[in-house]
Structure formats: C-alpha cells, structure tokens
C-alpha cells in the first residue's frame, strides 16, 4: 500500500524541516514510534513504503525504517542517519537488511527507546555544535568568582554570543542578584529539581528570565532545595545542547551535584587571590576538583601580598595561568544601585572580553 501521511494528517507538502521519517507498514511498531516521536515533539511523516514525492528520502534529518519495510528501501538513494527498527529480538536476518538499506545503526524495542527518543529530540532542536561551557569557582572564600562568572556571561552576550548563566551554588543567595534581576518573571532550580531523563533545551532556555542578552538559571529565596545529580545532569545538557555558551558558577565544596556540573564542563577558571592563605585553600579545592575536572586553569586576582604575582600563584599550584584579574579600587556602590558585573568598560570586562577571543572557535558570533 502506497501512500503518505504526517502524524496530524499535515499534506505532504508543507514544511518538512526537522520532521523524522517513518517508513513502516507495522502498527504496534508504528504506535511505538508516533509515541517517541511525540514525546520528543516530533511531528514525523509516515511512509508505508519509500517515498514518492522526489527528495522526500533524502532531505529528512532522520529516517526511521519499520524492518517490514527493509526490502522495500533496498534501491534508495544511500545517506546517513537511517536507522532500522523493530522489535523481533531474534530475526536472524536483521543485519543483512540493514547493510542493503545503509543504515547507521540497527534500533530493537523497548531496549532502545531511550537512545532513540535522545536521536529524534536532537533532531527537533537542531542539534549543532554544544556549547563552549566554562565553570567558575572561587579557591577561597570571597574570591570574586560570582563576580566573574556575571561578568563572561555578560560579555559573551554582548559580544553576540547565545549565552546561558547557570547558578551552581544553592547557598550562595542567587547569582541572579548581581544582575539586578532576582524579580524578573521566570523559572528558578527548584522548578528543576525532579527533573530526569532529557531535558527539551528550547523550552529551558524559553523559560528562564532573560537578563542582559542572556538567560539565568538561579536559585530563589525560599527554602533550601536538594538538586539530585540527574536533574543537574539533564538540565545542564539540555543547555548544552543549544549551543553558544554556558558559564557555571560553581561551589567550592563538591558536592554530588557539583560533580555533575564538573563533569559537563570543558574548562574550568580557578580564581584565587594573591595571599598565602588564599593559595593554600586553593590547592585544596584544586586537588579535590582535579579528580574529576581534566582542564583546570588559574585566574590570579590583585592586590598581592609579599612578594607573590600571577605566575607564582599559578606555578604554586601546578595549574596553568589563564591571565590576572586585576583589582579595582573605588567607591562602593550607592545602596540602591546595581553595578552590572561585565556592563561597564575597565580591567574585569576588558579580561572577560579578552578570554572568549582566545577560547571561543573564530572569535565570531554563535
């Protein structure tokens, strides 16, 4: 039987972007696939057989083949992203099938509807390159590294860059606050904490406030709120996944959840001021960090005491030395006055600005 239809009878001629592809004539297998695919806000086309419309095969992101409809795909026009699919654990021919349609990968049901539902959401979000994701910890207590992951993320988004601000420390009052935004309307980590499997990222970033060009996940000012590991893995992920860049403001104590966001990173800055005590609490985070995190580097901040600099604070804990955060004397801030880590021009936004130019891929926008 020939045919086509979309999973809410859309003509075949409208827009196919980021529309799966299903060629099958199998019912339970098709009631299995229109259920992943809707729980990855798919809206596929199906197929009983190889399309007719011309292009139909080729321009799909990812084509679903139904192992009914293997030997009807035989003379298709080879591409990457097909994926054989059924449920006979046993059907000795499977793989012969699958070389003679080209498929990527051969997919049995229910075992591989978590691997396959992850593939079609990548699909509906576009998935590209993830983003650049930076973590920031203080290697001592008022360290500035609040200030300074405000500060990237700031900068990043001004500079044109997507860009995601994720609080990582539930004790730390909320990064949202030095950003003058603890009242906007939006989404905070306790709307998070049951959070498991995939997060969709679009919807993440949609319903977190938007602050200076860039949206923040922040912790609120109600009662403390136990983020489980898997909800920071999933939603950390999920912001990955939009691509742009992510900067995490992170705890100095590893908890479970600060593992979690470690391991999501692809470098990590260190800040640690010029004192002894600063560096030898800083070597204690470091080593502890370490285990888990392989890019660790230093961000030494001014003034220095003895005769210490940015070269030994970095040679003293065998880190490399990403550059010097230097220290800006001056009035503190009127009480009712917000001061925008990042907004102003000085030492801390010409150092963030300074940082994407050599880590960012190209320096251009994302």
């Known amino acids: 039987m020939a045919g086509s239809i979309t999973s809410r009878g ?186 498991k499997g995939r997060v969709a990222g679009g919807a993440l970033e949609e319903s977190l406030p938007e602050l200076h060009q860039l949206r923040v996940l922040s912790w609120d000012r109600g009662d403390a709120v136990v983020v489980p590991p898997e909800a920071m893995r999933s939603v950390l992920a999920a912001a990955r996944r939009r691509g742009g860049v992510v900067v995490i403001d992170l705890p100095r104590r590893v908890d479970a959840g600060a593992a979690e966001a470690l391991a999501q990173l692809d470098l990590g800055l260190l800040v640690v001021p010029g004192e002894l005590r600063a560096v030898a609490a800083a070597n204690r985070v470091a080593s502890v960090i370490g285990l888990v995190l392989q890019d660790l580097r230093v961000v030494a901040r001014g003034p220095y005491t003895a005769r210490l600099d940015e070269q030994w604070v970095a040679a003293s804990l065998g880190l490399p030395l990403v550059g010097e955060l230097p220290w800006e004397p001056g009035p503190p801030p009127a009480p009712d006055k917000v001061v925008v880590p990042g907004i102003a021009r000085g030492p801390l936004t010409s150092f963030c600005t300074a940082f994407w130019d050599r880590v960012l891929p190209g320096g251009g926008t994302s």
């Open 10 to 195: 859309t003509p075949v001629g409208e827009e196919r972007r980021n529309r799966p592809l299903i060629v099958t004539e199998d019912a339970d297998l098709l009631d299995d696939l229109l259920r992943l695919c809707a729980a990855a806000g798919a809206e596929p086309e199906v197929h009983h057989s190889v399309p007719e419309r011309r292009g139909s095969w080729e321009s799909a992101p990812l084509v679903l083949v139904g192992d009914d409809a293997a030997a009807r795909c035989r003379d298709v026009t080879r591409r990457s992203g097909v994926l054989l699919v059924g449920h006979d654990q046993d059907e000795p021919d499977v793989w012969r099938w699958a070389v003679e349609i080209g498929a990527d990968s051969v997919l049995r049901l229910p075992e591989a509807e978590g691997w396959l539902l992850d593939r079609i959401a990548d699909v509906v979000e576009g998935v590209g390159r993830p983003a650049l994701t930076v973590g920031v910890i203080g290697g001592s207590g008022g360290a500035g590294a609040s200030t300074l992951a405000c500060a990237l993320a700031v900068t990043a988004a001004r500079s044109g860059h997507r860009t995601m601000l994720v609080d990582g420390d539930p004790l730390g009052g909320g990064i949202d606050v030095l950003l003058g935004g603890e009242r906007v309307e939006g989404r905070r980590w306790p709307d998070f904490a049951a959070s």
